[in-house]
């Protein structure tokens, strides 16, 4: 069993400010920080924190893009012993407040004039008060009754360094790190605990199997609300002494200029993220990339073939993994052929058992389909208030179920073929139907909804809605998707509704989705 010398985030922020110190830690704009500096501003970060109330296990939110100051703001919950509350920069007033007043949040980091969008006057419109006790905005002008991130480090002088090396010395391996929320079946998302020995270790072997190294230089055009973008992003980074490069949009003009700028040896994301890059004429130079990890999506062979060409990629790897397995289930490794890296998503991390079983339990022979389902330290604590859902995840046994369908080979490398539950993945973002339905069912004209995932060239899956008019009501189709935009993040939204008198139904009941996908087909031919 491995064990990780630094354990908990915060002694691995003073570990890589010991072996990295004088190194380049993050690329920010204007703003470069080396090791040393980046472990002196949060534990300003977190003497602020402390000062502003965060006492140990307090629950703090981030709704902001990939910056430094949500690098430094969360690692900074982490030193104070808060447990860390990413958010969606999508989501809609509703949809945020509602994961800021499940996970019962006291601060909530936040910024202003990102692409225009007022995250304070999102919420406060939706709940015309503030859902929280202390809003702070990283960047952007403080609207009335916020603090500002500079008066808020201000506050960092109430705390002595004695005082938060006390502090740190509460926080342990088995503390919760965070409630990374993901949506379910069921319409509402659920909070998924994991520690911070969980997120070290599982971490530490994620960024040894791909070669993260001392030197790189990584982008992360992940989100941090991600655990691509936050622990497979600064996490690693922290881990390994590599450059953190955040990107808070992803556009290919930009994404190209900075790898050529910042000498970028490290770009992970989805499929998509690659296809956009080849599909633009003129790539300039991208010699210095050398490692692209991917997945959340099938992944074609020709594509590995032409970013191996094409993009300059040294070595390519897929992975598979779900919040609830802290991210990480299996990964392919560096000499694994093109074949074997677009066709599965690797085999089992060290010390983690996977099989795929029947809808008895039982483990099927090698090259037949059946549920995977996971065992070992990656597995979640559980969902935050929620022993029902947990007890539906994760067996008697230990095994997390997670609702994938795939088949092992004879070397336990893992395809994933199709999914027991409705999930599908927009452009990487797991997009659960049930939610988008219950969104679709407050318009005033719905009566009933269903939502299927489709395939898109682009985004790999996007959502396709049937819906049934209410009595003496007509929907627009065009209407509809407009309207849902304002309600819901944009890679929830259905890029195409279908009006329809009724919706196909089993003797339960429940809707016969396989026959809404089969009418796409057909429409598609």
């Known amino acids: ?38 472990a002196a501003a949060v534990d300003q970060a977190s003497r602020a924190a402390m000062a502003a109330g965060v006492e140990h296990g307090d629950r703090v939110a981030v709704w902001a893009p990939n910056c430094w100051e949500w690098m430094v703001a969360a690692l900074g919950v982490h030193g104070a012993g808060g447990v860390l509350v990413p958010i ?141 973008g936050y622990k497979a992003g600064f996490i690693a ?10 990107h808070a949009v992803f556009d290919v003009p930009s994404v190209l200029q900075r790898i050529a700028d910042e000498r970028v040896t490290v770009l992970p994301g989805p499929p998509t993220l690659y296809q956009s890059i080849l ?63 677009a066709n599965t998503s690797g085999c089992a991390i060290p010390d983690v058992e996977v099989r795929a079983v029947d809808e008895d339990n039982r483990e099927v022979a090698p090259g037949e389909p059946g549920e995977i389902v996971v065992r070992g330290y990656n597995v979640m604590q559980g969902y935050y208030l929620d022993p029902q859902a947990t007890a539906e995840a994760i067996d008697a046994d230990g095994w997390l179920h997670t609702g994938d369908v795939g088949v092992m ?35 005033p004209a719905v009566a009933q909804a269903a939502v299927v995932g489709v395939p898109d060239e682009r985004m790999g899956e996007v959502g396709y809605a049937f819906v049934v008019p209410r009595a003496g009501a007509t929907i627009d189709p065009d209407e509809l998707i407009a309207w849902a935009r304002d309600k819901m993040a944009n890679y929830k939204v259905p890029r195409r509704v279908d009006v329809v008198e009724s919706l196909p139904l089993n003797a339960s009941g429940k809707v016969l989705k396989y026959e809404l996908r089969d009418r796409v087909r057909e429409e598609a031919r």
């Not at 010398?5 to 922020?13: A, F, H, K």
């Not at 659920?190 to 190294?213: A, E, P, Y």
């Not at 980074?237 to 955040?246: D, E, F, Q, S, Y």
């Not at 080979?409 to 997009?431: A, C, E, L, P, S």
């Open 88 to 228: 969606n920069t999508r989501f809609k007033g509703r949809e945020a407040g509602y994961i800021i007043e499940r996970s019962g949040a006291k601060l909530l980091f936040a910024v202003s004039g990102f692409l225009d969008i007022d995250y304070v006057k999102l919420l406060r419109d939706e709940y015309g008060s503030d859902p929280v006790e202390r809003i702070v905005i990283l960047r952007g002008d403080a609207p009335s009754g916020t603090t500002s991130w500079a008066d808020f480090i201000l506050r960092s002088d109430e705390v002595s360094m004695a005082d938060l090396r006390r502090r740190a010395e509460t926080i342990g391996p088995d503390d919760l790190s965070d409630i990374m929320f993901t949506s379910g079946t069921t319409g509402k998302p659920k909070g998924v605990m994991t520690t911070h020995g969980q997120t070290s270790r599982v971490f530490d072997v994620w960024s040894r199997i791909v070669g993260l190294r001392e030197g790189d230089r990584y982008l992360i055009v992940n989100p941090f609300f991600h655990t691509f």
């Open 1 to 38: 069993m491995t064990t990780v010398e630094w354990q908990t985030i915060p002694r691995l922020v003073r570990s890589a400010a010991d072996r990295f110190g004088d190194q380049e830690a993050v690329v920010d704009g204007d703003v470069r920080l080396r090791f040393g500096g980046l």
């Open 279 to 341: 599909n633009v004429p003129e790539h300039g130079d991208l010699s210095s990339l050398r490692l692209a990890v991917t997945g959340a999506a099938v992944v074609p062979v020709e594509l590995i073939k032409r970013m191996r060409s094409e993009l300059t990629f040294e070595t390519i790897l897929t992975a598979y993994g779900l919040t609830e397995s802290t991210g990480v289930v299996s990964i392919c490794h560096p000499d694994d052929d093109p074949e074997t890296i």
């Open 409 to 443: 080979d004879d070397r336990g490398y893992v395809k994933i073929t199709d999914r027991t539950k409705d999930m599908f993945i927009v452009g990487g973002f797991n997009t659960y139907p049930a939610e988008i339905e219950n969104e679709l069912l407050t318009h």
């Open 237 to 246: 980074c922290l881990m390994r002494g590599a450059t953190i490069i955040p």
